[in-house]
């Protein structure tokens, strides 16, 4: 594929690939291009896939995928620049941390021009819900990233700005969320994007005080885990559709919600998906989980190749019922959450106590499980009724049954549970948490 082709691919007015077919083409030679050039240019790469035994060209298609080693975000700290191409300044490329669970960030590279591409992904996902151009979009999350690295890309927004008749509004995430409503009802943007978790809260501010005759077209909810109980408060609120998508700062886009079907679409063209299940790759197949393993077809200047997210997904259909040529998840678990290690050492997904909890419905608007040593854990609730004794002691038992070890539980009834200073809220917090997950 010439560069000229890519682009047609690449940019809006040509279309992304349309068919199945297209599609796969077009993931394999870049792939291709993506491991030769990883072979080339960075050493870290050079290296492990030297000791696999793999030079140029023997990666052609995604199956050979399964002979390149895996990648965790420790492996690329530690590597530091042998991890970054060699054929890029360092001082003109873009950075930003990850936000690291255990407040060890990874330093993540980015050219202006795989930014620019990483916008494409963006940009068809909203444009799939309905974006127009000339919407305003009112983002609320926590400020964005800045440093003098970022000024070309912000002189480059606003010239897309300008062309594009782009307006946005960040909103911090962190101000109360009444505040938050406010501002909105004053600037009444089309189109509202945040993290699930301040969604659900504006979703009951406006239920109790109005939007003034205000709603926006549509609600984009990221970042964190869209539960049934959050989706429902955002749409009691606002009255209009409520869509999740899944990205990260390593993959960019990588899934957003079919409209028709409720599964996600996987950015096929953008990043490969795999899963990892007690420690193997597992098979793809519907309803299968496992913890997923990215790898990145647009990043050259800092590959992510078998990269370990960390984060839980279920595999849905093959291709999505709707028609469109994506391979689907039926939902992403584990998005942003600390893994509880338990007192013999065993690590479990703490989705494993949230979903032994379901049977107590409506136990609170809102909870946190935090542990704090590895047999001690506290569970925070913002109740929405009365919690009796009986209630809570059964709650107690029931965590202690999920993970069959010695752990006390602690309840407690909060008023309100606090973003982190990312701005996210966190269902589940380990002090004893490792960076990377592992399930039982
Ligand atoms: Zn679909």
Redesign the pocket.
């Known amino acids: 594929m010439s560069s000229r082709k890519f682009f047609k691919e690449i940019f809006p007015g040509y279309g992304f690939p349309s068919t199945r077919e297209e599609l796969i083409g077009y993931r394999d030679y870049q792939l291709r291009r993506l491991i030769n050039y990883a072979i080339s240019n960075v050493p870290y790469y050079r290296r492990v896939l030297g000791e696999a035994g793999l030079t140029h060209d023997d990666v052609r298609t995604i199956s050979d995928l399964s002979r390149v080693p895996l990648t965790t975000k420790d492996d690329l700290r530690e590597a530091g620049l042998e991890a970054v191409s060699k054929r890029v300044v360092t001082s003109r490329v873009l950075e930003k941390f990850t936000t690291g669970t255990t407040g060890n960030p990874l330093l993540i590279r980015r050219t202006i021009r795989e930014q620019l591409i990483a916008g494409q992904f963006w940009r068809r996902c909203l444009r799939y819900y309905g974006h127009r151009p000339g919407d305003h979009l009112a983002v609320i999350s926590i400020y964005p990233f800045r440093s003098a690295a970022l000024e070309p890309v912000r002189g480059l927004r606003r010239f897309a700005k300008f062309i594009m008749h782009n307006r946005r509004t960040h909103l911090d995430c962190r101000q109360d969320p009444s505040d938050i409503l406010e501002t909105l009802k004053r600037i009444r943007p089309e189109i509202l994007i945040g993290y699930a978790g301040i969604l659900a809260l504006l979703g009951e501010e406006a239920c109790e005080k109005g939007t003034g005759g205000w709603s926006p077209r549509f609600i984009l909810s990221g970042s964190e885990t869209l539960s049934a109980s959050r989706r429902e408060r955002i749409q009691q609120g606002f009255g209009v559709p409520v869509y999740d998508y899944y990205s990260t700062y390593e993959g960019g886009i990588l899934a957003w919600e079919?409209r028709?079907?409720g599964?996600y679409?996987i950015a096929e063209d953008h990043i490969v998906a795999e899963t990892l299940s007690n420690g193997r790759l597992s098979e793809r197949s519907d309803r299968e989980q496992g913890e997923i393993i990215i790898t990145n077809l647009h990043n050259f200047c800092m590959p992510f190749v078998r990269y370990r997210l960390g984060d839980y997904i279920t595999w849905g259909p093959c291709t999505?019922?709707?028609g469109?040529p994506f391979s689907?998840l039926r939902g992403i678990e584990g998005r942003w959450m600390d893994h509880f290690i338990l007192p013999s050492g065993k690590r479990i997904h703490p989705m494993k106590i949230y979903t032994g909890l379901h049977e107590f419905k409506d136990i609170g608007l809102q909870v946190q499980f935090e542990q704090v040593t590895p047999d001690n854990i506290i569970l925070r609730i913002v109740p929405s009724g009365r919690l009796t004794e009986g209630m809570l002691d059964d709650i107690r038992r029931t965590i202690i049954e999920c993970l069959s070890e010695p752990v006390r539980v602690d309840v407690e009834i909060v008023e309100r549970i606090d973003p982190e200073p990312t701005g996210k809220y966190k269902i589940f917090k380990s002090r004893t948490a490792e960076d990377t997950a592992v399930t039982s």
């Open positions: 079919c028709d079907t599964f679409h999505c019922p709707c469109a689907t």
